[in-house]
């Protein structure tokens, strides 16, 4: 049976945060004058939908997906095209200004945002307060520590950390710091480049587990001065949580480019299945979690769809900037190959990124 709800927990997820991303691209047409023929929550065969001016409002059958067909949109053969024969070319996707046509392939990605902000905000008030954090300055080390032994000092400020993965940071807070330091797995060394009075040192230390606390341990603690409680209200909640998420995004952006330098290895990233074991560890510690969860994974949806690869938003955009650059559209021929590619790329990704997801569950 908690397998089951799961799933549903799992789709409902996913299917809030693709709604929520199509919608932005709705509202973005909408305001531009482009035509919208449909706004789904869904994908697949209709179940039903309401018909509001010239654009039909539908829910589909399978609720891990959903669209918005604008009308000169035909870049995602995921997605239906609208026929535009009595469509004037100027409520059309192509037919716009470029810099429209930009806000609007950018709208999901923004709404993907205002989700994530949203949940945050209402999650710090209702937590009551939200504990600011100071810079990343180690006040104490442990006696015969791992951090003891390899020369960490009281005082020293942490100006870069990297994992053993070579996943890195530079933190501006310790708050940041001790999220980053959460991911590792326990194999190898942590490596911190340390301002002590003015003077860079390189140093590596290697965890040591501490039973009793069940986590990675190197014996240091962090200077809580700067730190303050701030009493939330319906207000400064929104303000932040906005610095929250600027601490996410920093960790995110990390990864990201840590994958791509080849400094974090493939089995990092999560697929269906490795989404669908965090949700359903999520799920034992609270809903308070879960809705968490939902803003993290829409923060990464966002942020993965503004990259520069032609089958998401941003990629769309660098097209578009480019054929604003060279004065006028990319051929058809071209465009064609270029959004095949990139679909036959995203999907042999999803296939590897399920099998390494697979293999984790199953100890492999």
């Known amino acids: 049976m908690s397998t089951i709800i799961n799933i549903l927990l ?3 997820m996913m299917g809030l945060i693709i709604a929520i991303h199509e919608f932005g691209h709705l509202v973005a047409a909408k305001i531009f004058n482009v035509y919208v023929s449909e706004y789904s929550i869904g994908m697949g065969p209709l179940i039903c939908f309401k018909q509001y001016g010239e654009t039909k409002y539908s829910l589909r059958a399978f609720p891990l997906g959903g669209f918005c067909a604008i009308a000169g949109d035909n870049d995602n053969d995921l997605e239906p095209s609208v026929d535009t024969t009595n469509i004037p070319y ?3 996707l192509k037919g716009i200004s470029p810099i429209k046509k930009i806000v609007v392939m950018l709208a999901g990605i923004f709404m993907n945002f205002i989700l994530a902000w949203v949940i945050f905000s209402m999650v710090i008030l209702s937590n009551g307060y939200y504990a600011t954090s100071s810079k990343p300055q180690i006040e104490a ?3 015969n520590s791992p951090a003891e032994a390899a020369g960490i000092m009281a005082g020293d400020i942490v100006e870069k950390a990297e ?11 310790y708050s940041e710091l001790v999220s980053f330091l959460s991911a590792y797995d326990g194999n190898g060394a942590w490596k911190f480049r340390i ?13 040591e587990f501490n039973i009793e606390e069940d986590r990675y341990l190197v014996g240091i603690s962090f200077s809580n001065a700067g730190t303050e409680l701030v009493e939330m209200n319906i207000f400064n909640c929104f303000y932040y949580s906005l610095d929250y998420m600027k601490m996410l995004v920093k960790l995110m952006i990390s990864s990201i480019v840590s994958m791509f330098t ?4 493939i089995d990092n990233l999560s697929g269906p299945v490795g989404i669908y074991s965090t949700v359903a560890e999520t799920v034992n510690l609270g809903f308070v979690y879960y809705i968490q969860l939902i803003a993290i994974i829409s923060m990464n949806i966002g942020i993965m769809n503004a990259l520069p690869l032609p089958i998401f938003d941003g990629g769309r955009v660098v097209i578009t900037l480019f054929e604003v650059i060279i004065g006028k559209p990319i051929s058809k021929k071209l465009e064609s190959v270029i959004m095949t590619a ?23």
């Open 10 to 12: 799992l789709i409902l």
């Open 90 to 92: 100027e409520r059309t």
């Open 141 to 143: 080390v442990v006696e």
């Open 163 to 173: 994992l053993p993965n070579g996943l890195s940071i530079t933190p501006d807070t």
């Open 195 to 207: 301002d002590r009075d003015g003077t860079k040192v390189d140093i590596e230390v290697t965890p």
């Open 262 to 265: 080849g400094r974090l290895g």
């Open 342 to 364: 990139s679909m036959v790329l995203l999907i042999l990704l999803m296939i590897v990124v399920t099998y390494n997801d697979i293999g984790k569950v199953f100890g492999g």
